[in-house]
């Protein structure tokens, strides 16, 4: 199946994972909607996929929004659905991140990653519903590794990626009845600059945890998604070493707890340590 003439909407589109995404759909003749909060990035992505166009008939345009605020969704959906005359593919990909230890993730992170991640997927999806049901259509969903097992730094973005694969799983059984397929892809660190602003904040416990494995490339995981979205299937786990997290976190979860856990006391050992070295030094020199 290719998504040539398909007509999709990707939230998050002008960055990343969502703009690699609109890139290949560019290429294969899909007609796309991509939507951000800025202008310039959403002007440069939209160049990007003229470039990339399969035909000069396709519709690929963008559009201004902040999936975080409800009441400006409707309009956006609106006229996106009418200048693409309808929509074949939602794709549930804009997501905010913010790793800090719980003891520092105050409430109002904890408001907007769940305001953005969570709640913008559920409303940027009722309002694209009726269109969908009318082409038998298919939603995708970004979810996380960090949405599967849970990792010193990600309460909040933990929780809202754990609360999109509720999601996921709940709407496809909801909407079986409309054909409409729901996948959900749960992507591990992905060289984004999402992963680039996340780095330069990061707890030195996550940083220890995840900065073993090298990131996967932003085209590599969007092209998993989209075949994951070819297939109709309903996860996507981009890379051999996801697709392997997964599998003991699910049939081993105590294991895979074991070794995370092992991890972490083996770092927070050695920062303690180091702690207790420097001050001895110090006493030392007074
Ligand atoms: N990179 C990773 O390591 C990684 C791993 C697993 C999952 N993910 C997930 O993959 C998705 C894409 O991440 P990425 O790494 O590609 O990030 P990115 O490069 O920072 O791109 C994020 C995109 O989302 C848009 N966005 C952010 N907040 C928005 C809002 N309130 N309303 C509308 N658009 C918004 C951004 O544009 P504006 O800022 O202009 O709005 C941008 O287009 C996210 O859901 C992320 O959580 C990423």
């Not at 969903?141 to 990600?154: C, D, N």
């Not at 409309?178 to 030195?204: C, H, S």
């Amino acid at each position: 199946m290719t998504f040539a003439n398909k007509r999709v909407f990707i939230t998050g589109g002008s960055s990343g994972i969502g703009r690699a995404i609109a890139c290949q759909l560019a290429r294969e003749g899909a007609h796309v909607c991509v939507v951000a909060r800025g202008q310039a990035a959403i002007d440069e992505t939209v160049a990007q996929l003229e470039s990339l166009a399969a035909s000069p008939t396709q519709q690929l345009f963008g559009l201004s929004l902040d999936v975080g605020v409800p009441k400006d969704i409707a309009a956006v959906a609106k006229a996106a659905t009418e200048r693409l005359g309808g929509l074949d593919l939602l794709i549930n990909n804009a997501g905010i991140t913010h790793p800090a230890s719980f003891m520092d993730t105050p409430d109002e992170v904890f408001d907007s990653i769940m305001r953005v991640n969570f709640f913008g997927t559920v409303h940027v999806t009722r309002a694209l519903l009726p269109a969908l049901i009318e082409s038998r259509g298919q939603i995708g969903i970004v979810s996380s590794l960090a949405g599967v097992i849970g990792i010193y730094g990600y309460t909040a973005y933990g929780a809202s990626k754990f609360a999109l694969r509720g999601f996921a799983e709940s709407l496809r059984h909801d909407l079986m009845q409309y054909g409409i397929d729901v996948t959900v892809a749960f992507p591990p660190d992905t060289d984004t600059p999402q992963l680039q602003q996340e780095n330069r904040i990061k707890p030195a416990e996550t940083h220890a945890l995840a900065g073993k494995v090298k990131p996967l490339r932003a085209e590599f995981v969007a092209s998993e998604t989209l075949n994951g979205l070819r297939r109709r299937s309903v996860y996507v786990k981009p890379g051999f070493g996801t697709k392997l997290v997964m599998f003991l976190a699910q049939r081993f979860p105590g294991l895979s707890r074991w070794f995370l856990d092992a991890d972490l006391r083996r770092f927070q050992r050695k920062q303690r340590a180091a702690l207790a070295a420097g001050q001895a030094n110090s006493e030392a020199k007074d």
